[in-house]
T-cell receptor, first 113, second 114 residues
Framework: AQSVTQLGSHVSVSEGALVLLRCNYS??????LFWYVQYPNQGLQLLLK??????LVKGINGFEAEFKKSETSFHLTKPSAHMSDAAEYFC???????????FGKGTMLLVSP | DAGITQSPRHKVTETGTPVTLRCHQT?????MYWYRQDPGHGLRLIHY???????DKGEVSDGYSVSRSKTEDFLLTLESATSSQTSVYFC?????????????FGDGTRLSIL
């Protein structure tokens, strides 16, 4: 079985502050991990993905995530938040041998001036 | 952006009526998916297809059926709509199941059932 837990349905930061969105997964086999972003009234857009190899993954818009197998985590970070980062972020997992993604419930990122 | 078109983009209908949502892709991808998005639940998979006439159920398939007669089109049908099916529906496509072939999403259909 595979599952994803995103800690915090809402995260608020000030512009210029560090962004940290938490994601923990459960998988009995090696996972593929993804972060998607959703802007209002739009579909989901892929931010970054972890497959194999380097555990620190860089994505679009200055975001990155680190795969930590020992902690079963794949937290998303950005050193300095921008107003345009305000959106909902989804973590997803697909285990080897599975044909479908399982999504977390999402974290809304709010950025204040 | 991936060539995915969902239609209609918005629909309001009454309980008990049939509803069909269409997903059209121009990427010739093998896999297509239907999700629903509800507050507090994230995205949940309804059905997916791994080829023409090849479909399988997802996590929340009750009350929904799908058909795929052509590579480019994946239809989602609510045979008799209920208010619990009010949601935003997203179609996604992927070229394959390898890790380097992520899913790409359409812009969604907002469905209200009164």
């Amino acid at each position: 079985a595979q599952s994803v837990t995103q800690l915090g349905s809402h995260v608020s930061v000030s512009e210029g502050a560090l962004v940290l969105l938490r994601c923990n997964y459960s998988s009995s086999v090696p996972p593929y991990l993804f972060w998607y972003v959703q802007y209002p009234n739009q579909g989901l857009q892929l931010l970054l993905k972890y497959t194999t190899g380097a555990t620190l993954v860089k994505g679009i818009n200055g975001f990155e995530a680190e795969f930590k197998k020992s902690e079963t985590s794949f937290h998303l970070t950005k050193p300095s938040a921008h107003m345009s980062d305000a959106a909902e972020y989804f973590c997803a997992v697909r285990s080897s041998g599975y044909s479908t993604l399982t999504f977390g419930k999402g974290t809304m990122l709010l950025v204040s001036p | 952006d991936a060539g995915i078109t969902q239609s209609p983009r918005h629909k309001v209908t009454e309980t008990g009526t049939p509803v069909t949502l269409r997903c059209h892709q121009t990427e010739n991808h093998r896999y297509m998916y239907w999700y629903r998005q509800d507050p507090g639940h994230g995205l949940r998979l309804i059905h997916y297809s791994y080829g023409v006439k090849d479909t399988d159920k997802g996590e929340v398939s009750d009350g929904y059926s799908v058909s795929r007669s052509k590579t480019e089109d994946f239809l989602l049908t609510l045979e008799s709509a209920t208010s619990s099916q009010t949601s935003v529906y997203f179609c996604a496509i992927s070229e394959g199941q390898n890790s380097n072939q992520p899913q790409h999403f359409g812009d969604g259909t907002r469905l209200s059932i009164l």
